[in-house]
């Protein structure tokens, strides 16, 4: 009989092992390689006061980890090749399940949430000593970017991805512009507003990694930077001469050149729809001085840029006599770069 690859794949707060998003991850697994996938039904002990579901994220774990030890033992299967997916409060319940597992191979934890879990004592938090690599993708969510996120802002892995700076998801939000319109019901759009806010920003690194899964040709390269205002203004656009200053969002991020390194901060923007990958490249722009005094004193440019196999138009604000640097991002895999047009 041939032996599968184990993968399992865990569950977040407020789920149960049937909600459809874990049936296509599972069937986005089983697409992208020979695995075993199970999924953790734990919707009645995540499905309570917080307090209480924070302390079942121990008990499930600890299941977690009897059930795959027992694989061990009596089947020989190879727990470095076992990798624990946990949304939210999931991905609590796969350090734990990492904690009583001795070397298993991989966790990926998709926005782990609430903070406040991440503030106890270290033998109780996700950290890169619970597997052999440890990922997470972190995009928040807060409500009307006024109530702070309850998700983990800190790395807590080897790399950890930080999409979109890590909250406030591109397409996620209504403004309150709509909010406000009389031509809608208020009661109706505040309803719509609450639920979009706190569960779309929360939910996208799941669909981010299924996208990364069954959409190969475009590869989520991640970059390492010290903050997102850097990584906005193009100064960490270069993965290295090792490539060690780049990863790749989802299943492939595990062949990160160099795992001896803990909290690693990559960044990376998306679309705001799907598809959600995205191409980034970073625009230099030098200005000059205009000589007449009654000169404005910047403008807007239309650039096009065209590469072998695709191309973009983007604007940009400029002012004189500056030289501007940004990365701008493209749904179109342009290729190699033949021409940049001033429009």
């Not at 909600?19 to 734990?42: P, S």
């Not at 609430?114 to 690599?133: R, T």
């Not at 299924?210 to 390492?224: D, G």
Request: aromatic content about 10%; some cysteine; hydrophobic content about 35%.
């Amino acid at each position: 009989m041939k032996t599968r690859k184990p993968n399992s794949s865990f569950t977040a707060f407020t789920h149960n092992g049937y909600r459809q998003w874990l049936k296509d991850m599972a069937a986005a697994l089983l697409q992208y390689g020979d695995y075993n996938v199970l999924r953790v039904d734990w919707g009645q002990g995540s499905l309570t006061l917080p307090d209480q579901a924070l302390a079942n994220t121990k008990v499930v774990g600890e299941e977690i980890a009897y059930f795959v030890n027992t694989l061990k033992g009596e089947l020989n299967v190879n727990v470095s090749k076992c990798h624990c997916i946990g949304h939210s409060m999931g991905g609590y319940v796969c350090g734990f399940a990492g904690q009583g597992i001795d070397k298993l191979g991989r966790i990926t934890a998709l926005d782990p949430a609430p903070k406040e879990f991440f503030e106890v004592e270290n033998n109780e938090k996700l950290d890169p000593s619970d597997a052999e690599f440890v990922d997470a993708i972190h995009t928040g969510f807060s409500l009307l970017n006024i109530l702070p996120s309850i998700a983990v802002p800190q790395p807590v892995g080897h790399l950890d991805f930080y999409v979109n700076e890590g909250h406030y998801q591109t397409g996620c939000y209504l403004s309150l512009t709509s909010l406000l319109n009389p031509t809608n019901n208020l009661e109706e759009n505040l309803i719509d507003l609450v639920a979009n806010e706190v569960t779309c920003g929360h939910l996208r690194p799941i669909f981010y990694y299924i996208e990364s899964i069954l959409e190969p040709s475009c590869q989520w390269v991640s970059y390492e930077c010290s903050s997102f205002e850097r990584f906005q203004k193009g100064e960490c656009a270069s993965c290295g001469t090792d490539s060690s200053k780049c990863g790749l969002l989802g299943p492939r991020a595990i062949e990160y050149t160099d795992k001896s390194r803990e909290k690693v901060v990559l960044f990376i923007k998306t679309a705001a729809e799907s598809p959600f990958c995205v191409q980034h490249y970073v625009v230099s722009i030098s200005t000059g001085i205009i000589v007449q005094d009654e000169s404005p004193s910047g403008g807007v440019i239309t650039f096009e840029v065209i590469g072998s196999t695709g191309y973009f138009t983007e604007k940009l604000e400029i002012k004189k006599n500056i030289t501007l640097q940004t990365i701008r991002k493209s749904l179109k895999i342009l290729g190699k770069i033949s021409a940049i047009l001033i429009l």
